[in-house]
C-alpha cells in the first residue's frame, strides 16, 4: 500500500511493470517513450539483454563479501574507469551522494595537510550535489535545503560559470577546494562558456585547491564524451560517478589523481555495500556494452539532432527562453512556471520532467534512434506550444 510509504515524493499516477530499450509499460498495459532514463540511469535503456545476463550471472554466482576482502572485478572497474578518465585510483559506493560525501571528506583532509584548521569548499549557486546532510550544504538551492538547519558549515558559494568570482579566493587561506558541475542537472542544464573548467583547473593549481567535479549526471557518455570535463581537455583532481554508471543497479564512484590520491588511509572511509561484485558487474557491463556500440559518439550525434528538432519547432518562440545542452543532456527554458508539462506529456505517453520550475529536463537513453527522437521532439513541441497558447487565452480572457 502506497500509505505505508513516507511522503518524500510526489509520485505521478502510474506504475510500470517491464520495460525494453526506450520503451517502458505500466499496469494497465500502456506503452511510454522514456526520455528521462530514470533520472539519466538507464543510459542502455531497458532490460538490455547483456546487462540482464550479466547481473543474473553475478548473482547466481557471488553477490556480496565486503571490503574486508579482495574483490577482483572491482580492482577491474577500477582500471577501466580510471583508463577512461585519465585519473589513478577509485573508491566505490552506493550512490551519487556518497561519492559527492566522499569528495567533501577528500577536501577536509587535503585542507588538514596543508594546516588548515576549518577548511572551506567553494561551491556554486544553483548546483545539487545530493540529499545526505553534507551534499545539501554544499547544494546551492535554499528551497531543499529549507528545515534541515543547522547545515554543515566550510562552504562558500559563487555564481556558476564565473571563474572571476572563484579567482576572489585566491587571498582566502582557509579555501582547499572547488565542487562543481561542469553542467548542472537539477539546476537546469546550464552549461557554461568553454574555458570555464580550464579556468577552475589553473586557480586550483596555482592555490594548491582540489578540483573537483560532480558528474553524478552528466558522465558515463551523457554529453557525448565518457565525462563532461573532457570537452575541454582538462583532469580534475577528484571525479565524482553514478547513475549511469550501473544502468539502474545502485553504484558510486569517486576517482582521483594527483593531489587527491593517498588522502585516504586504512579506516578513514569506508563502505559496507559499495562495490560489491553484483554492483561491479553491473558496471563492468555498461562499460563493454558502450565501447562495443560507440554510444558516446551517438549521444554526441543524437543529442545535436534532437536540439535541432526542438530549435526548429520552438525556437521562433518568444515564451522559450533557451534550447541548450550538450549530447542527450538537454533543457528547454520557458518563460513560466511549466511543472503542468510532466502531467501534458504523460497523457501524451512521454516521460519527461521539470526543473528549477521553468526548465524541460530531457535526457534520452543513450540507444535512442531516429523514430523514437522525433517521437520526442514532436511530443515536447506539441505539449509547450499548446500550453503556451492556452495560458495566453485565459490571460487575455482574465
Not at 563479501?65 to 580492482?75: A, D, G, K, V
Not at 538551492?141 to 568570482?165: K, T
Not at 573532457?230 to 569517486?254: M, R, W
Given at each position: ?142 528551497r531543499i535545503q529549507q528545515g534541515f538547519e543547522p547545515l554543515v558549515e566550510g562552504f562558500v558559494r559563487v555564481p556558476f560559470g564565473d571563474s572571476a568570482a572563484v579567482a576572489e579566493y585566491r587571498n582566502d587561506p582557509d579555501v582547499a577546494a572547488i565542487l562543481v558541475e561542469p553542467i548542472t542537472g537539477e539546476g537546469g542544464i546550464h552549461i557554461p562558456r568553454d574555458g570555464y573548467l580550464r579556468d577552475l583547473r589553473g586557480l586550483a593549481s596555482e592555490n594548491d585547491w582540489l578540483l573537483m567535479l560532480d558528474e553524478i549526471q552528466a558522465g558515463i557518455g551523457r554529453t557525448g564524451r565518457w565525462f563532461a570535463f573532457q570537452h575541454e581537455e582538462i583532469l580534475p583532481d577528484v ?160
Amino acid at each position: 500500500m502506497a500509505d505505508a510509504l513516507q511522503t518524500t515524493y510526489n509520485r505521478l499516477p502510474v506504475a510500470f511493470e517491464r520495460g525494453e530499450g526506450a520503451w517502458l509499460w505500466d499496469t494497465d498495459g500502456r506503452r511510454y517513450l522514456d526520455a528521462l532514463s530514470g533520472i539519466a540511469v538507464c543510459g542502455l535503456g531497458h532490460s538490455h539483454p547483456k546487462i540482464g545476463c550479466a547481473i543474473a550471472h553475478q548473482a547466481c554466482t557471488l553477490i556480496h563479501t565486503s571490503n574486508l576482502y579482495r574483490i577482483p572485478l572491482q580492482e577491474q572497474l577500477a582500471r577501466r574507469l580510471c583508463a577512461l578518465a585519465g585519473m589513478d585510483q577509485a573508491f566505490f559506493c552506493n550512490s551519487g551522494a556518497e561519492a559527492n560525501e566522499a569528495a567533501i571528506k577528500l577536501a577536509r583532509l587535503h585542507g588538514h595537510r596543508r594546516g588548515i584548521d576549518r577548511p572551506k569548499v567553494i561551491v556554486m549557486e544553483g548546483s545539487f550535489h545530493g540529499r545526505t546532510l553534507a551534499t545539501l550544504s554544499a547544494t546551492g538551492n535554499a528551497r531543499i535545503q529549507q528545515g534541515f538547519e543547522p547545515l554543515v558549515e566550510g562552504f562558500v558559494r559563487v555564481p556558476f560559470g564565473d571563474s572571476a568570482a572563484v579567482a576572489e579566493y585566491r587571498n582566502d587561506p582557509d579555501v582547499a577546494a572547488i565542487l562543481v558541475e561542469p553542467i548542472t542537472g537539477e539546476g537546469g542544464i546550464h552549461i557554461p562558456r568553454d574555458g570555464y573548467l580550464r579556468d577552475l583547473r589553473g586557480l586550483a593549481s596555482e592555490n594548491d585547491w582540489l578540483l573537483m567535479l560532480d558528474e553524478i549526471q552528466a558522465g558515463i557518455g551523457r554529453t557525448g564524451r565518457w565525462f563532461a570535463f573532457q570537452h575541454e581537455e582538462i583532469l580534475p583532481d577528484v571525479l565524482s560517478l553514478a547513475k549511469g554508471l550501473g544502468n539502474g543497479v545502485p553504484i558510486g564512484a569517486s576517482l582521483v589523481s594527483g593531489r587527491a590520491m593517498d588522502l585516504f588511509t586504512p579506516g578513514s572511509h569506508g563502505t559496507t555495500f559499495g562495490g560489491n561484485p553484483l554492483a561491479c558487474r553491473a558496471a563492468l557491463a555498461v562499460l563493454d556494452v558502450m565501447q562495443a556500440e560507440a554510444l558516446c559518439e551517438h549521444a554526441q550525434a543524437y543529442g545535436e539532432q534532437l536540439r535541432r528538432l526542438l530549435e526548429e519547432r520552438l525556437g521562433h518562440r518568444s515564451e522559450v527562453v533557451e534550447i541548450r545542452g550538450r549530447g542527450l543532456m538537454l533543457g528547454v527554458e520557458l518563460d513560466r512556471p511549466a511543472g503542468e508539462l510532466v502531467h501534458r506529456a504523460l497523457d501524451r505517453g512521454l516521460l519527461l520532467n521539470v526543473t528549477a520550475e521553468r526548465v524541460i529536463r530531457l535526457l534520452p537513453p543513450l540507444i535512442i534512434n531516429d523514430a523514437q527522437l522525433s517521437e520526442i521532439a514532436d511530443t515536447v513541441a506539441d505539449i509547450v506550444l499548446d500550453f503556451i497558447t492556452k495560458e495566453d487565452k485565459q490571460r487575455i480572457t482574465a
